[in-house]
């Protein structure tokens, strides 16, 4: 398989396409998000040791709510941490193919930190659009987990507590995303027509076995995600596709580099 130019720009618009916000995210809406609960966790949670994390959700808005997703060491040797979850909420927003979701995010500082926006449901129904390890400063890992493909990428403007902006496009034979306005993986196997799932945004914290955990004087970490919203073609073929910006008839890449 052919790996595309990972400096390319974003491709133009072209043609005007009828598209809207779908979904803007207001972290403080119980409307939108549940806090502190998520089905990919067994049980709804609060913990997941077999995903090597020491998270202990909690519904506690001081973790989640303003858009700062923090963790904080536990007695027991678990932290809390903040997770919101668009699923079992009262709108129950879901991504669906073609759907372009867009955010700006501020990368955490400290080692054991685990970032991410991702989607799950009914136990699978993964897509990664960020996933972020400081002991790996300049390296951000994306996946597609519905047709087993993923990329790690290094790039200088990403480092412990920068701004990076992301955006990816959930096409139904490309999931492709873009770093800061530069496209920088077509995974060239998508999401087929028919896929949604709902939306997590959370903190995780690692348990040592593939990163490595928080150092003994760190008590606590955050991230943040200042803005993220959900776009929708309303003139997108069946396929789900979105015909600006999906490039679905790119030549797929190769499917990951090594990580550092």
């Known amino acids: 398989m052919t790996d595309p130019l990972p400096d390319s720009p974003v491709p133009e618009l072209g043609v005007p396409l009828s598209t809207s916000v779908v979904f803007t995210a207001d972290f403080t809406s119980t409307a939108q998000w549940v806090a502190g609960r998520s ?13 090597d994390k020491l998270d ?15 963790a904080r060491r536990r007695p027991d040797g678990r932290w809390n941490t903040g997770l919101l979850t668009t699923e079992g909420s009262q709108e129950g927003f879901t991504v669906r193919a073609g759907d372009v979701l867009e955010a700006r995010v501020r990368l955490p500082k400290e080692v054991g930190a685990w970032p991410a926006i991702w989607t799950w449901r009914d136990g699978d129904q993964e897509i990664d659009v960020f996933e972020y390890h400081p002991d790996n400063p300049d390296l ?18 990403v480092q ?3 701004w990076v902006d992301l955006r990816t496009v959930f ?14 993986f077509a ?10 799932a709902y939306l997590i945004v959370n903190l995780s914290v690692c348990a040592g076995r593939y990163h490595p955990p928080p150092e003994p004087e760190t008590t606590e ?18 396929r789900g596709d979105m015909t600006t ?8 890449p190769a499917a990951s580099d090594h990580q550092a």
């Open 171 to 184: 096409g139904s034979r490309s999931v492709n995303w873009w770093l800061n306005g530069t496209r920088v």
């Open 245 to 252: 910006g999906a490039c679905e008839d790119d030549p797929p």
């Open 221 to 238: 970490m955050s991230y943040e995600v200042s803005h993220l919203v959900v776009r929708r073609s309303t003139t997108a073929s069946s």
């Open 140 to 157: 951000l890992e994306f996946t597609n987990h519905v047709r087993h493909t993923n990329r790690y990428h290094h790039a200088e403007a």
């Open 160 to 162: 412990p507590g920068a």
């Open 39 to 51: 089905w990919a966790y067994p049980g709804g949670g609060p913990v997941n040791p077999r995903d």
């Open 56 to 70: 202990y959700l909690v519904t506690d808005g001081a973790y989640s709510r303003s858009g700062v997703f923090r």
């Open 187 to 196: 995974d060239g196997r998508g999401v087929g027509r028919t896929w949604h």
